[in-house]
């Protein structure tokens, strides 16, 4: 968990209801899933589609992973029921990861075939770098027996274009992302520009050979660096999206769907909640909310 999501789920507990619920209103599709599907519902109005996320992370309870997974199969039943345009993503911390890794694994397993049986995505989301082995090593498991499951890498880690190496030869499915860990010096790049570079080396890396890739960006130098190598490479639309976070730079999903690009929103909300609760302090003004479920258009 990033030090910014850290201080939010920490202090959560204790800012008003009300104030927590104002702010993160424009980043997470809702407390119930009637509220997420009615924001999918939305967005597949404007030509985009959604992968929705259970907000939680750290887990160490088996009850509560339990319980995660079980909420996952019913989001994913209900998708399905509504025949909307929409995938998951699970943090395998919120499904046992911290108790034992083959009971995340066999919570994972029920989510992917619960996809399955729907036709629909399940994504691993990654997190920091001290789970990132076993991270990928549920999600080699799994990919051998679904492949409909795919995972997240984060360009400012050293490993990154080493672990794109380590891929399996075809049918891969990978979000592309900066990250937004705090991490050590000595397993993750630096410099601003030096992220955005390796970025666009790793994105470069995976649409070469084929792999589905997930540009999750609101950087407009990536995004505009992304259109270029599709461009450039001759991608097909059906080989990549573009991922934003619910509620950050709407006018910028619009423009990247009015430009014949596939966009998905992802829930990623924690860090941006806190930026939002942090402006309105400093303003004077009221804040707002946080929800269960985040959503994103289109990773």
Known sequence: MGIASWIVVKALPVVPKAIVGRVARRYVAGEKLEDALAVVEQLAGEGAMATLDLL?????????????????????DAIAARSLPS?????????????????????????????????????????????????????????ARHRNVGVVFQAYMRRTLADIAALPPAGANVRLCKGIYIEPRTVAWKGYETVRMNFLRALEK???????????????????????????????????????LHGVDPE???????????????????????????GRARSGAASGGAGRIGSGSGS
């Open 87 to 143: 995938n998951v993503s699970i943090k395998l911390t919120s499904l046992g990861l911290q108790v034992d890794a083959d009971f995340c694994r066999d919570n994972v397993l029920r989510i992917v075939a619960a996809a399955a049986r729907h036709g629909n995505f399940v994504r691993i989301d990654m997190e920091d770098h001290t789970t990132t082995d076993r991270t990928l090593a549920i999600y080699h498991d799994i990919f």
């Open 252 to 278: 910028l999903r619009r423009i990247l769907i009015a430009g014949g690009h596939r966009l998905r929103e992802n829930p990623e909300v924690a860090t941006h909640v806190l930026k939002a609760m942090v």
């Open 56 to 76: 939680g992370e750290e887990v160490t309870e088996r009850s509560k992973a339990t319980a995660a997974t079980d909420e996952y199969v019913q989001m994913l």
């Open 206 to 244: 995976l649409l070469v050979p084929g792999v589905y890739v997930g540009i999750a960006t609101h950087d407009e130098h990536l995004a505009c660096g992304a259109v270029a190598l599709v461009d450039r490479l001759k991608v097909p639309r059906e080989r990549y999206e573009f991922q934003m």
